[in-house]
Structures are given as structure tokens and as C-alpha cells.
């Protein structure tokens, strides 16, 4: 699948930058992942507390990309004004009902369920895009 079958968004701030990041990743790749996205955060101005959201938020997108998406996903991260913008995509079978993924905690004895619902606890703003061809989440966190 391409990425332009991928459900997506688009950045509000017009085209793509040298100021986006933009990764392809597997389950090998999470480490370096989370660095690139650390060190692209930090030099946007993203200070520890926020910058530490971020990191959980796309630990948590990257992973379900993993488990539910086919085993890989594509990360976007760009800054919109005083906000910086993480895009998650994957090529799964979508979410059933994506307005109501993450909105409701998980009870604790449950096997797993979380993910969108501390994205959305850790986020400003959270959207999810999905049909059969796959899911797009992108959360948004102030600098």
C-alpha cells in the first residue's frame, strides 16, 4: 500500500518543510523512532513535560500501528504555530467506530485497550481518520 492510499490529514500551515519529520517504522524501529521525535520536539522549542506527552503519545500510536496496522506505520511531525502535529498512519483494517476509540477508560483487568485512550488523555487535540484501507491519528500537543 502506498501512502497515498493511507487515510491522512493535511498540515494546516501549507506543504511539507524541511521542518517536518517523517518516518517509516517497524517494531525494530521504536527506539530510534522515539529519538528522532525527541530531538525533532526539542529543536521546535518542546520543553520536558510536554516533550515527555509526546514521547508517550507516539510510543502509543506506534505500537498500535504495529499490533493492528500490518507491523509497520509512517509517522509525520510538524509544528503548526504554537503546536506541534503527530500523524500516525497504517495500512490495517481500520477502527469500527473512531470518534469513540480511547474516549472511555479501560477497566485495569483488561489485556491491553489503552492506547488511544492516554493519547488522548496526554494530547490537546486527537483525530482519527479510518476505513478499511487503514487509520490516520493525529494528535496535537502545545509546545
Not at 473512531?98 to 479501560?106: E, S, Y
Amino acid at each position: 500500500m502506498t501512502g497515498a492510499e493511507r487515510p491522512t490529514t493535511k498540515p494546516e500551515s501549507g506543504p511539507a518543510t524541511d521542518a517536518e519529520l517523517v518516518c517509516e517504522f517497524t517494531a525494530p524501529d521504536l527506539y530510534s523512532l522515539r529519538a528522532a521525535v525527541g530531538a525533532h520536539a526539542a529543536a521546535h522549542g518542546m520543553v520536558d513535560g510536554q516533550l515527555s506527552k509526546l514521547l508517550v503519545v507516539v510510543t502509543e500510536l506506534a505500537a498500535n500501528a504495529i499490533r493492528h496496522g500490518g507491523g509497520r506505520g509512517r509517522l509525520r511531525l510538524w509544528r503548526v504555530g504554537d503546536a506541534l502535529r503527530c500523524e500516525v498512519t497504517d495500512g490495517g483494517p481500520g477502527i469500527g467506530d473512531p470518534d469513540a476509540a480511547g474516549v472511555r477508560p479501560v477497566p485495569v483487568r483488561a489485556d491491553g485497550g489503552r492506547g488511544l485512550w492516554i493519547v488522548r488523555q496526554f494530547s490537546d487535540q486527537v483525530t482519527i481518520i479510518s476505513d478499511l484501507s487503514g487509520t490516520a491519528v493525529t494528535a496535537v500537543l502545545h509546545l
